[in-house]
T-cell receptor, first 114, second 110 residues
Framework: SAVISQKPSRDICQRGTSLTIQCQVD?????MFWYRQQPGQSLTLIAT?????????ESGFVIDKFPISRPNLTFSTLTVSNMSPEDSSIYLC???????????FGQGTRLTVV | TQLLEQSPQFLSIQEGENLTVYCNSS?????LQWYRQEPGEGPVLLVT?????EVKKLKRLTFQFGDARKDSSLHITAAQPGDTGLYLC??????????FGQGTRLTINP
């Protein structure tokens, strides 16, 4: 398993501002994943962050809105830019064990945009 | 189109009852996983099923993988209030990333 620390755990932000979420893993991992979980919904993959290369974004998500950094093998950040109330969600980072792609998650960041 | 269809999406039952949650797909998965998520937390892995027809038990929870590896079920016996949570199935369709079902929000009433 992996221990994943995410911060902040929650925030309330003004529309038009940006928030950067940090994710720290207790071991080196090749890929880190960022998910969005809208209220009452399941998880939707935003992007995959590989160390040393640009993140790979899923359909419907763009780098200008969700820039990602991956400076080393244990850390990543996701920025939610120019926020609107529609961005209010839980944002989760995860890592996967290569065998069977089992995922381990941080506790999530609950973002409310007002 | 949802790659993994979960049903039911909401379930509220009394303590002591049994229940089954289903996860279906038209695609074949090399493995499927079940997670439980509680409020304010990220999902936590419960089990991975790998072999078609496989059955795994975790105390009162029984997980089954369909013979064709396209579906899975989670059965809870004698449900308890501590079983309350969001149950998610997930699998890798071959792209080295997980897709999740819509989730089943389970409430066990004392």
């Amino acid at each position: 398993s992996a221990v994943i620390s995410q911060k902040p755990s929650r925030d309330i932000c003004q529309r038009g501002t940006s928030l950067t979420i940090q994710c720290q893993v207790d071991s080196q991992v090749t890929m880190m994943f960022w998910y969005r979980q809208q209220p009452g919904q399941s998880l939707t993959l935003i992007a995959t962050a590989n160390q040393g290369s640009e993140a790979t974004y899923e359909s419907g998500f763009v780098i200008d809105k969700f820039p990602i950094s991956r400076p080393n093998l244990t850390f990543s950040t996701l920025t939610v830019s120019n926020m609107s109330p529609e961005d209010s969600s839980i944002y989760l980072c995860s890592v996967e064990r290569a065998l069977n792609t089992e995922a381990f998650f941080g506790q999530g960041t609950r973002l409310t945009v007002v | 189109t949802q790659l993994l269809e979960q049903s039911p999406q909401f379930l509220s039952i009394q303590e002591g009852e049994n229940l089954t949650v289903y996860c279906n797909s038209s695609s074949v998965f090399s493995s499927l996983q079940w997670y439980r998520q509680e409020p304010g937390e990220g999902p936590v892995l419960l089990v991975t099923v790998v072999t078609g027809g496989e059955v795994k038990k975790l105390k009162r929870l029984t997980f089954q993988f369909g013979d064709a590896r396209k579906d899975s079920s989670l059965h809870i016996t004698a449900a308890q209030p501590g079983d309350t949570g969001l149950y998610l199935c997930a699998g890798d369709p071959g792209a080295q990333k997980l897709v999740f079902g819509q989730g089943t929000r389970l409430t066990i009433n004392p």
